[in-house]
């Protein structure tokens, strides 16, 4: 989930301190020009405008759990969103439509749902970062995806210098991906989510929870079990954030999973696939990342593929963000020779590349 977006950098030299790292998941990233920290839309919208009226560079953080920071930092202005807060705005016999602020941690929402009855949200417990920065990417996991919900964003755009309520359609979900991201036009503001007024999850999507459930796909469990398998499996796998455990050091799953024709997947041979319905293939991309000979713990210069997830790319506690992209390019160019298929980053890149 991109919990950034960034001016394009045209002045790369470095201040003194105000260390980026402090704000990231990764830990990694060098300094920054200044920091705002906004805790009400105004003073996130007025900062924004203030730098576009100026021609400064600015880049939005909020938890920092979806983005790459170069070592160079970032000299223009850094603006940190804390804004917070769950409201519900509309509501009727079978559902509740939820505003939530966009710096409102994601999981703090999604217990939220849990706790009162609320449903659809359940399975993308655990996933750290920010409501607002949810359908930047169509955060999605075992089997959900924000699109699923999402009645509305309210944002802040820049170039008509206006506060814009957005539909998903306007949105342009797809898979990890909307009109939001790679792109400083949008800030979010807030996001107004339909749940269904159930104790019952969604219909269980994901082949691999439903095991977990002692189920199988399509069947529906309390809110409350599928949160907590859901935290179980994706704590299994390093990806609930824990300041000791230096495999949640990362930005969770660093490749997305891609999606190829139906008749070049036909000369792959025998592998892990989900098939689509517009005639594309999606191929598991750490099953690609393991059978090129990149499995768990694989190191780097203070980097590490995590001991337990092949898609999640670690900082060990002395490494740099080049280090960090080096054991990427690494990773890239290995599934690329042994399998023909090209990798791409999950997370926001910021004065940094692949």
Same mark, same amino acid.
């Given at each position: 989930?991109? *919990?950034?977006?960034?001016?394009?950098?045209?002045?790369?030299?470095?201040?003194p301190?105000?260390?980026?790292?402090? #704000?990231?998941?990764?830990?990694?990233?060098? &300094?920054?020009?200044?920091?705002?920290?906004?805790?009400?839309? *105004?003073?996130?919208?007025?900062t !924004?405008?203030?730098?576009?009226?100026?021609?400064?560079?600015?880049?939005?953080?909020?938890? =920092?759990?979806?983005?790459?920071v170069?070592?160079a930092?970032?000299?223009?202005?850094?603006?940190?969103?804390?804004?917070?807060?769950?409201?519900?705005?509309?509501?009727?016999?079978?559902?509740?439509?939820?505003?939530? /602020?966009?710096?409102?941690?994601?999981?703090?929402?999604? /217990? #939220?749902?849990?706790?009162?009855?609320?449903?659809?949200?359940?399975? %993308?417990?655990?996933?750290?970062?920010?409501?607002?920065?949810? &359908?930047?990417?169509?955060?999605?996991? #075992?089997?959900?995806? @924000?699109?699923?919900?999402i009645?509305? @964003?309210?944002?802040?755009?820049?170039?008509?210098?206006? !506060?814009?309520?957005?539909?998903?359609?306007?949105?342009?979900?797809g898979?990890?991906?909307?009109?939001?991201k790679?792109?400083?036009?949008?800030?979010?503001?807030?996001?107004?989510?339909r749940?269904?007024?159930?104790?019952?999850?969604?219909?269980i999507? #994901?082949?691999?929870?439903?095991?977990?459930?002692g189920?199988?796909?399509?069947?529906?469990?309390?809110?409350?079990?599928?949160?907590?398998?859901?935290?179980k499996?994706?704590? =299994?796998?390093?990806?609930?954030?824990?300041?000791e455990?230096?495999?949640?050091?990362? @930005?969770?799953?660093?490749?997305?999973n891609?999606?190829?024709?139906?008749?070049?997947?036909?000369? %792959?041979? /025998?592998?892990?696939h989900?098939?689509?319905?517009?005639g $594309?293939?999606?191929i598991p991309?750490?099953?690609l990342?393991?059978?090129a000979?990149?499995?768990?713990?694989f190191?780097?210069?203070? @980097?590490?593929?995590? $001991?337990?997830?092949?898609?999640? %790319?670690t900082?060990?506690?002395a490494g740099?963000?080049e280090?960090?992209?080096?054991?990427?390019?690494t990773?890239?160019?290995?599934?690329?020779?042994?399998?023909?298929? /090209?990798?791409?980053?999950?997370?926001? %890149?910021?004065?940094?590349?692949?």
């Open positions: 989930m991109p *919990d950034a977006f960034a001016d394009q950098l045209t002045d790369t030299s470095p201040a301190d105000r260390s980026l790292a402090a #704000y990231t998941t990764l830990r990694l990233g060098g &300094p920054a020009g200044t920091v705002t920290t906004a805790v009400h839309a *105004d003073e996130a919208v007025a !924004i405008r203030n730098s576009t009226l100026s021609g400064r560079p600015v880049l939005v953080l909020a938890g =920092g759990s979806n983005v790459v170069g070592d930092g970032f000299p223009g202005e850094v603006l940190v969103l804390r804004t917070s807060g769950i409201e519900v705005v509309a509501e009727d016999a079978a559902s509740v439509l939820v505003r939530v /602020e966009a710096g409102e941690p994601w999981d703090t929402f999604v /217990e #939220y749902a849990v706790t009162n009855g609320w449903s659809g949200v359940e399975c %993308l417990s655990g996933i750290p970062g920010s409501a607002g920065a949810t &359908p930047i990417q169509n955060v999605g996991a #075992y089997g959900q995806e @924000v699109a699923h919900t009645e509305t @964003v309210r944002a802040y755009d820049r170039e008509a210098d206006q !506060i814009r309520t957005m539909s998903p359609a306007e949105c342009g979900f898979y990890r991906s909307s009109v939001f790679h792109s400083d036009r949008h800030l979010v503001l807030s996001v107004d989510f749940l269904a007024r159930s104790g019952d999850s969604a219909p999507r #994901y082949a691999e929870l439903a095991r977990d459930l189920g199988s796909a399509g069947d529906r469990v309390p809110l409350r079990q599928a949160r907590d398998t859901v935290l499996l994706r704590a =299994g796998k390093g990806m609930v954030l824990d300041p455990d230096r495999d949640t050091w990362s @930005v969770g799953s660093f490749f997305t891609p999606v190829v024709p139906a008749e070049f997947f036909a000369t %792959l041979g /025998e592998m892990p989900w098939p689509g319905a517009d $594309t293939v999606k991309a750490a099953w990342i393991e059978h000979g990149f499995p768990k713990g190191a780097g210069a203070g @980097v590490a593929i995590s $001991t337990k997830h092949t898609l999640a %790319l900082n060990r506690g740099t963000t280090a960090l992209l080096d054991l990427a390019r990773i890239r160019d290995g599934v690329r020779d042994r399998f023909g298929v /090209e990798l791409h980053p999950e997370p926001v %890149l910021i004065n940094c590349s692949l």
